[in-house]
């Protein structure tokens, strides 16, 4: 509670549970409760004074989010809060007993963030953040947040993946950022593969390897791998965005086109071809039956006798 004695246009007095002077702090105590009830007191029939009372809102939804170890705290500004009201963010170890103002984030501006991956320095220590607002003459209670451990509330996010088809399986890269130590807590990683002309789909987890081969898949077809990981202590998979490969790569529809029509042309062409060879065939025999003399055309029938004779005598 922050209270002010007012003469009607200018401030005599003020006084709460603690005394502020611009942003340093001097607690009263009991001593400071006790002051205030005598000035009420003493000054309650005095009609030019007037006590007015107000309060400084204490941040809310304080929390911390981890993401391939970079840790952030958020907050709101609490409900009331004055647009000229900065915020500082502490932190505590359970081995220290003394809190420790964060660098950069001792006056922070509603909507921001405070990065605290440099302060939380050991994955496997807890760590506790706590943030206030204040302005030139008002403070506010400290909100707190709940107790935090990098290596086990850190989410892994999937590394980048590209993916190629040979022949009847996938090959599947993925690379994983080298800041921060992250390959080093891979241990595992999840393949949903799902075929794109059915839906068909099924799961494979591996060891964490850079280089993947996903084998006995349908030739020319497409598939569809989503891919997440799992650390070595955490385990809230996040999945990624869909990557799409053929397996094998299909033909080009200009290719097939120009095939198809060659196949065509070929076909016309032969077609055409035997019937000219056949056409010329009968021509030529027509043309040479009238040019020879009738004595020389030999009837099918004695043809067939002469054969037949010509054969039994040899």
């Not at 400084?56 to 907050?75: R, W």
């Not at 900065?86 to 003394?98: D, E, G, L």
Request: one cysteine or more.
């Amino acid at each position: 509670m922050f209270c002010i004695l007012t003469q009607k246009t200018r401030a005599l007095s003020s006084c709460t549970g603690h005394l502020t002077t611009s942003r340093n702090t001097v607690h009263g105590g009991m001593m400071g409760l006790w002051m205030l009830l005598l000035l009420h007191l003493h000054l309650g029939n005095a009609p030019w004074i007037e006590v007015v009372c107000a309060s400084l809102p204490a941040p809310a939804s304080v929390s911390i989010s981890s993401f391939n170890m970079e840790h952030i705290l958020s907050f709101l500004p609490g409900p009331g809060t004055p647009s000229n009201t900065h915020f500082m963010v502490q932190t505590i170890r359970p081995r220290k007993n003394s809190w420790r103002l964060v660098a950069g984030c001792s006056e922070l501006m509603a909507g921001q963030t405070c990065n605290l991956t440099k302060v939380f320095k050991d994955p496997y220590d807890k760590y506790q953040a706590r943030i206030q607002a204040f302005t030139p003459t008002q403070t506010s209670n400290w909100t707190v947040s709940q107790w935090f451990q990098p290596l086990t509330d850190t989410v892994l996010e999937p590394p980048d993946v590209s993916v190629s088809g040979c022949g009847n399986c996938l090959i599947m890269q993925l690379k994983v950022p080298t800041t921060r130590g992250l390959k080093d807590l891979y241990r595992g990683v999840t393949f949903h593969v799902q075929r794109t002309r059915d839906g068909a789909q099924f799961s494979l987890t591996l060891p964490f390897k850079e280089k993947n081969v996903i084998t006995y898949l349908q030739p020319g077809v497409e598939y569809c791998v989503t891919v997440s990981v799992t650390g070595l202590f955490t385990s809230k998979p996040v999945f990624s965005k869909p990557y799409c490969a053929f397996t094998s790569p299909p033909p080009h529809r200009g290719s097939l086109n120009v095939v198809f029509i060659l196949l065509g042309v070929f076909c016309m062409l032969g077609f055409l071809l035997i019937g000219l060879v056949a056409y010329g065939g009968q021509l030529n025999f027509k043309l040479l039956k009238r040019h020879l003399p009738r004595s020389l055309v030999i009837e099918p029938t004695l043809c067939s006798v002469c054969l037949r004779l010509f054969s039994q005598n040899f």
